[in-house]
């Protein structure tokens, strides 16, 4: 049965436990009082020597001060103190004296103890810490029985747990699954898979004198302050970056132990790493190095300690966790007074707004939008309304005007809506005409002069508007709204039938026809409507008939020019805004190659040198050239074999060379060469390329673009990434 269904059964086996503890109800213990902090470890990991070398360590800290509170505690710590550092006493006449013994580690504890101390941390931060010593196979998956309640009950209500882990077990591959099993069954307990972890812990690695790599002091947290933001990732990213940092990477035979330890407990940090950023990796060690060997028992074997006990990080952890639970204290006070502040807040602006809602929504909301829905219909051109709509839009105003809560709480609010009022009361029909005689004044100043007219766009027989002109038409059918029977709608309308018809003699430069219709209908109106007409508008006639007809058609050659031009335009942003290669270092030669050949050396000067420029570039790439590129990243501590070669050429893989992170190195390329890489791994020997553990072969006339940034190695599902100075991208020719 593989590893991984059985850490599954396990798992099922604790959320079954978990399940039935449940059903049962079971009364919870009674804790003292006080921070509450869980140590959740197996028998051997090493609990108990934990607190008494602590206990020892801490009184002469100045970060973390221990002093115990009860007897009991002094009781089971100076035992174990005694039997460790093998000191007995003897007791004459009115003397008591100290007496060297044998070294040995405390017997397993059979059942639990509550230790209790005083913390102080950094000589200022005092607490009242309760914690818990019990017999390490009360928390295996398949133990029951009152104590298994006790110590699950003490860890559910912990602020803060420990997960103590004896490294000397990774050789047995089942016993540490369990062990791991028995972690994450806890943690599901803790919080449902889907929530932060509600509080701080951490993993702590019991006995790392035994440990290839461990050196002491400087190897006790794995994860700095500079890592930190790690814990937020998956677990995936957050091994690749720790086994990449400086500290791990600088010592093969540390990386590989840490390595070791991350993927052996992985189905723990999985349901750690990601959830909450107050977790941390302590390594420590309460001997300072491996104690010896004196027999064995049934289960384990016995050992005695070291000649000379130097502890190692024993305080790190508890240090750590005691900080941590205290900032989370902080923070929950802060949520609860958030909280209270936030629902004294909603109902204060509840309250405060209840009268701005009414107003703004209903009372004020409620005059404008029957102002708006009516000049909706006329875009906004209020002379067009007819005489009850605007008397709707006044009675509607003048009732918002008397309104109790207008009048007492936004009184502000009444003077603007007067002057609204009475532009309606005050409405005049002939400061609409005069409006109208200045858009017809325009119109006549761009029948003048032909550089004004719309441009005929030759690619699509098109006329290309600017915007002065779609604001003349937009402000004619503003006029051009309302009652049909005004001299305002009339006079609009005509203004449009002469727009069109001058856009259609511009679309059609050479058909009298049209400007035959035009003359027929400036005519005809003038005949029927001579009364009517203002002198702008008869101003706007004569312009029109003043226009000559267009004889002399423009010739192929300028047709094709003005469309190489255009066209160049289209061009200048298709290529620079395009990063393929292939587009810019190809298709587009073609495309401007073929304009070229349409614009006049004399008027297009500019453009054909342009032009010109971009071509010479592109043919340097034909040349072999020298390019700098730096390795960024090579997993699993990997490094790289590089040879460019021609196309179907094989590699020659003759220079003994090996390329790492952080390496830089040019290679020469041009056009149409293949770019080699191999790629290997620590672990296999080393061939200089031509056994590697994979490689790739980047192929095309521009491969070398595709070797700046990310390459996959597929058949050992690795990647690697490469950049340039200058990026590939940025050496492109850009086309001005």
């Given amino acids: 049965m593989k590893a991984g269904k059985i850490l599954g059964i396990f798992k099922k086996g604790a959320k079954a436990a978990a399940k039935s503890k449940g059903k049962k109800g079971a009364a919870p213990s009674s804790w003292p009082s006080g921070i509450r902090i869980g140590v959740f470890g197996h028998a051997n990991s090493g609990k108990t020597v934990y607190f008494t070398v602590l206990n020892e360590e801490s009184k002469v800290s100045k970060d973390l001060q221990l002093s115990i509170t009860d007897t009991a505690t002094a009781s089971d710590i100076l035992s174990h103190y005694r039997a460790i550092w093998g000191v007995g006493t003897e007791s004459g006449t009115g003397t008591v004296v100290d007496l060297r013994g044998e070294k040995t580690f405390p017997d397993p504890t059979v059942d639990g103890q509550v230790f209790q101390f005083n913390a102080i941390l950094d000589r200022k931060k005092k607490f009242s810490v309760v914690t818990y010593d019990y017999d390490g196979k009360a928390v295996s998956l398949n133990s029951t029985g009152e104590l298994k309640n006790k110590v699950t009950d003490f860890m559910l209500g912990c602020d803060g747990i420990l997960f103590f882990f004896d490294p000397k077990i990774l050789s047995a591959e089942m016993q540490t699954h369990s062990h791991v099993a028995s972690f994450v069954s806890l943690l599901e307990q803790l919080a449902p898979l889907s929530k932060k972890l509600p509080i701080p812990m951490a993993l702590v690695i019991t006995k790392s004198d035994i440990l290839p790599g461990f050196t002491g002091e400087e190897r006790t947290v794995l994860i700095g302050p500079e890592d930190e933001h790690l814990l937020s990732e998956d677990f995936e990213l957050f091994l690749e970056k720790i086994l990449a940092g400086n500290k791990i990477a600088s010592d093969s035979s540390w990386a590989g132990t840490v390595r070791n330890l991350l993927v052996k407990t992985r189905e723990f940090l999985k349901v750690v ?83 701005f809602l009414y107003h703004h929504n209903f009372l004020l909301n409620r005059a404008m939008n029957l102002e708006d829905n009516i000049l909706k219909d006329y875009s906004g051109n209020i002379y067009n309304t007819t005489q009850k709509e605007r008397r709707d839009i006044i009675n509607t105003y003048r009732n918002y005007e008397n309104a109790w809560v207008t009048r007492n709480l936004f009184p502000m609010f009444r003077n603007p809506v007067t002057r609204i009022r009475a532009k ?92 035959s219709t035009i003359r027929q209908q ?96 592109v043919k340097e790439w034909e040349k072999r050239q020298t390019y700098k590129c730096k390795i960024v990243s090579v997993p699993d501590q990997g490094h790289l074999h590089i040879e460019v070669v021609e196309k179907g050429k094989d590699p020659s893989w003759a220079e ?81």
């Fill in 273 to 355: 790493i990601g959830r909450t950023l107050n977790f941390q990796i302590f390594f420590v060690s309460a001997t300072g190095q491996e104690p010896e060997k004196i027999g064995s028992d049934v289960g384990r074997s016995l050992y005695a300690p070291p000649p000379k006990i130097k502890p190692i990080g024993i305080r790190e952890p508890f240090y750590w966790l005691l900080h941590s639970i205290a900032g989370n204290k902080r923070i929950s006070k802060l949520r609860s007074v958030a909280k209270y502040v936030a629902v004294l807040s909603i109902v204060w602006m509840i309250l405060y707004s209840l009268p």
């Fill in 656 to 736: 003994f060379s090996q390329i790492f992170p952080g390496d830089e190195f040019t290679l020469r390329w041009k056009a149409g060469d293949e770019i080699h890489i191999a790629y290997d791994t620590p672990d296999i020997m080393e061939t200089w390329g031509k056994e590697a553990s994979d490689k790739r072969i980047l192929g095309g006339k521009f491969a070398i673009f595709q070797m700046d940034g990310d390459i996959v190695f597929s058949n050992v599902n690795k990647t690697i990434n490469i950049s340039f100075t200058p990026s590939m991208v940025d050496r492109l020719p850009v086309l001005e």
């Fill in 424 to 515: 309606y009361e005050d409405f005049d029909l002939g400061k609409a005409l005069g409006r109208l005689d200045e858009v017809l004044g325009t119109f006549s100043v761009i029948v003048k002069d032909k550089n004004l007219w719309p441009r005929l766009n030759p690619s699509d027989t098109t006329l290309i508007e600017t915007e002065e002109h779609k604001k003349l038409v937009e402000q004619l059918n503003n006029f051009h709204r309302g009652d049909e029977t005004t001299t305002l709608f009339k006079r609009s309308d005509r203004a449009l039938v002469y727009w069109d018809l001058f856009t259609k003699s511009i679309l059609s430069p050479g058909d009298t026809a049209v400007w």
């Fill in 522 to 617: 400036i005519e005809q109106d003038q005949n029927l409507y001579a009364a009517d007409i203002s002198g702008n508008e008869k101003a706007l006639g004569d312009a029109l008939l003043a226009q000559k007809i267009e004889k002399v058609q423009k010739v192929e050659d300028k047709q094709d020019q003005q469309e190489a031009r255009i066209k160049f335009d289209e061009v200048i942003e298709n290529v620079n805004s395009n990063n393929d290669p292939d587009f810019r270092l190809d298709r587009a030669v073609r495309d401007l190659r073929t304009i070229r050949r349409k614009l006049d050396a004399a008027d297009d000067a500019e453009a054909i040198a342009s032009i010109d420029k971009y071509i010479d570039e």
